[in-house]
């Protein structure tokens, strides 16, 4: 037994573990359930009594000696371990973090601010939850009028019993704010979002982003209309996306117009995102209606303007064919990821 023990202490003693797993064949070795220091008691049993009293204690002294060698050696191997984390070598490539992605839609709001920027717009925004003035009535919809059950609309609070607060309907309040409080020459867009109170699908949503442009000055024309809007159509979908322009009816434009764009997808050719007739709507605009300009304090014999409103989930459909405007508010990784990354 003696031997024994003298050349299991000359190899604990000798032994330097390489890696983990060396430490841990080591433990196994001497200290596991079928380990040699569990043979050694065994042995013990058999033994004579005057050599147990002898071989009691150096048998246990062996078993401490190696397990105070197995703890020391842990605890090494433990701080080594962080100490390298803490100390790392600088010259390593990073570990590397995975970088978000913007949404598409703000992707596409920003493309749009950035157009129109380069035009000498300004950006502006308003208030989400609007009184019945900036929502409807400066903007011309009058009591009563059919047109302001056009737009579903989510009421928050009455006033004198009548309907008042509300969450906007559309970006237009944005242009009676700006209006108000400043004074003519304007030349802004406003982006925000918007909510109507309609069933949730693949076409419809109960909230939703616009875009809406203002250019208030003298002598400003419907050509002047016409023009910013084919050159912001070319700067988006690019040259040669013709886009054509068809009368239309809105309480604070007169003239009124939708635009149409040829489709992005087809050219034009007709498939389903155009319901095969090649153009696809993106837009509304006009004129703005004197009375409006009368209603924000603006005097319409001098000032003339025009102004445009669109919706971001169309324009951004059109960009990257996506067929389900839920898509855009379920936050799903799976969709968020595809979009590509601005570098920040
Ligand atoms: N506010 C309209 C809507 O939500 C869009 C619109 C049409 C805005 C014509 C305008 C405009 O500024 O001139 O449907």
Not at 164 to 187: C, W, Y
Not at 297 to 310: C, L, N, R
Not at 337 to 342: D, S
């Amino acid at each position: 037994m003696q031997d024994k023990i003298d050349q299991y202490t000359a190899e604990i003693n000798a032994f330097t573990p390489a890696n983990a797993d060396e430490l841990e064949a080591f433990r196994i070795k001497y200290l596991g359930t079928k380990g040699l220091i569990k043979d050694l008691f065994e042995e013990f049993k058999t033994v004579g009594l005057e050599e147990k009293r002898v071989f009691g204690k150096v048998l246990n002294q062996f078993k401490q000696l190696t397990e105070a060698k197995y703890n020391d050696l842990k605890e090494n191997f433990n701080s080594q371990l962080t100490t390298h984390n803490s100390q790392q070598d600088l010259t390593l490539p990073g570990d590397g973090f995975a970088v978000g992605s913007r949404h598409p839609l703000s992707l596409v709001r920003n493309e749009i601010i950035d157009i129109f920027k380069r035009l000498g717009f300004v950006v502006a925004e308003g208030p989400e939850i609007e009184d019945d003035w900036h929502n409807f009535s400066a903007l011309n919809f009058p009591e009563e009028h059919p047109a302001r059950d056009m737009q579903d609309t989510f009421f928050i609070k009455k006033n004198n019993g009548k309907d008042d607060i509300a969450l906007r309907t559309h970006t237009s309040s944005v242009q009676v704010r700006m209006m108000e409080n400043g004074k003519p020459p304007f030349r802004a867009i406003m982006p925000g979002r918007v909510y109507r109170n309609e069933a949730i699908s693949a076409r419809a949503h109960c909230f939703f982003h616009q875009v809406e442009g203002l250019y208030i000055d003298e002598n400003v024309s419907f050509a002047d209309l016409k023009q910013t809007l084919y050159h912001f159509v070319q700067e988006l979908y690019g040259e040669g996306t013709k886009v054509r322009f068809r009368p239309s009816y809105f309480p604070f434009t007169e003239p009124s117009a939708e635009m149409d764009v040829s489709c992005t997808i087809c050219k034009g050719a007709g498939c389903n995102m155009c319901k095969y007739s090649g153009w696809v709507e993106i837009l509304g605009c006009g004129m703005v209606d004197p009375n409006v300009l009368e209603n924000c304090g603006i005097d319409s014999k001098k000032y003339t303007g025009f102004a445009f409103g669109m919706g971001i989930e169309r324009i951004t459909n059109l960009k990257y064919v996506i067929r389900d405007l839920r898509l855009f508010s379920e936050n799903d990784e799976r969709f968020l990821k595809q979009f590509k990354t601005e570098i920040i």
